[in-house]
């Protein structure tokens, strides 16, 4: 049995009609430790979700089934509980990639080029993410 939020879901059931026009708002953003240009090119990467089954997770496989990968073998996905726990993997350099939630992608982007934690934090980048 598969369970998933309710907001997921109701996405899902209106996929047909909210397809076009669906906008995270760049509420939802991928970061990385290198720059990338779309999902392929982290195929093979530690890669970090919050939450199995939500909606970026979701939209994540969506996108790397149209680019002709399978997100469950291609990609070392990880899932956490927190997009604030997958920030902190990033940037203790435990994943290569990880797809945020704002303020965690902020966040993320503000340490690390802050002076204790810049040292040995690694540069983080914007990357693909569902837009």
């Keep these: 049995m598969n369970i998933m939020c309710e907001h997921t879901s109701a996405h899902l059931w209106h996929w047909p009609q909210i397809a076009g026009c669906l906008d995270f708002g760049r509420a939802v953003d991928g970061v990385a430790r290198q720059r ?4 392929g090119g982290f ?7 919050a939450f199995r089954a939500d909606m970026p997770d979701i939209v994540f496989d969506l996108i790397a089934e149209k680019q002709g990968l399978e997100a469950k ?3 070392k996905l990880r ?5 604030l726990d997958a920030m902190q993997l990033l940037v203790s350099r435990r994943v290569d990639h990880a797809l945020l939630a704002e303020p965690a992608v902020s966040m993320a982007l ?17 990357s693909a993410g569902p837009q």
């Design 36 to 39: 990338g240009e779309d999902t």
């Design 73 to 75: 073998k291609n990609f």
């Design 110 to 126: 503000r340490k690390t080029k802050s002076f204790p934690v810049s040292i040995i934090a690694p540069d983080l980048y914007r």
């Design 43 to 49: 195929q093979g990467q530690r890669n970090c979700h």
């Design 79 to 83: 899932y956490v509980g927190s997009s």
